[in-house]
């Protein structure tokens, strides 16, 4: 089972900035099936890129999606107030994996 | 617009069962297949289950598999999650998801219900 570690837990920034987050697989993974999700406080998940670089429908493109082999990142170019939240990567294709997520704070 | 509605959480004790039920509007529901997502109160997220499409195919993870069964009836667009055995460590929230991939599957989620809380405590 491949295992997901996303780094770091807690990226405290503020409104303007830019958010760098990591994803990192226990093994090399075909970047067509690596997918993130955004989830705020009592919110459902939402789909913002998958395949590792597409947006998904609706999403600004302040957010952008890379990486290859065992490591992917989500980058969100201007931080809004509405972008903080918990980041989580997913290893998806046969089956799904979840990392344990990232809390974007301010 | 696409919606997913999640019902049936409860406070349950170890050892009971449970059906929760999703229902979904606003795309065509036949041609999607879903999933049961779960998170634990401030943990993070564990697909469950899969049901095709075409109701051909399903799937579990490990940590359900023999306890739980997925269903689904197209007249109603809704899909079902029997839970069998529930121990504490299947206290969460649960969450239906619709695959990101019409008329096949990929294990990606592009919508999400709000979810329903499943409690399993003595």
């Known amino acids: 089972e491949i295992v997901l570690t996303q780094s770091p837990d807690t990226l405290s920034l503020s409104p303007g900035e830019r958010a760098t987050l990591s994803c990192r697989a226990s093994q090399s993974v075909s970047s067509s099936y690596i997918a993130w999700y955004q989830q705020t406080p009592g919110q459902a998940p939402k789909l913002l890129i998958y395949g590792a670089s597409s947006r998904a429908t609706g999403i600004p493109g302040r957010f952008s999606g890379s990486g290859s082999g065992t490591d992917f990142t989500l980058t969100i170019s201007r931080l809004e107030p509405e972008d903080f939240a918990v980041y989580s990567c997913q290893h998806y294709g046969s089956s799904s994996t979840f990392g344990q997520g990232t809390k974007v704070e301010i | 617009e696409v919606q997913l509605v999640e019902s049936g959480g409860i406070v349950i004790q170890p050892g009971g069962s449970l059906r929760l039920t999703c229902e979904t509007s606003g795309f065509i529901f036949d041609d999607y297949s879903m999933h049961w997502v779960r998170q634990p109160p401030g943990k993070g997220l564990e697909w469950i289950s899969l049901?095709?499409?075409?109701?051909?195919?399903?799937t579990f993870a490990d940590s359900v598999k023999g306890r739980f069964t997925i269903s689904r009836d197209n007249s109603e667009n809704s899909v079902f999650l029997q839970m069998n055995n529930l121990s504490t460590e299947d206290t969460a929230f649960y969450y239906c998801a619709r695959d990101g991939v019409p008329l096949g599957y990929r294990y990606y989620f592009d919508s999400w219900g709000q979810g329903t809380l499943v409690t399993v405590s003595s």
């Open positions: 049901l095709s499409w075409d109701g051909d195919d399903t």
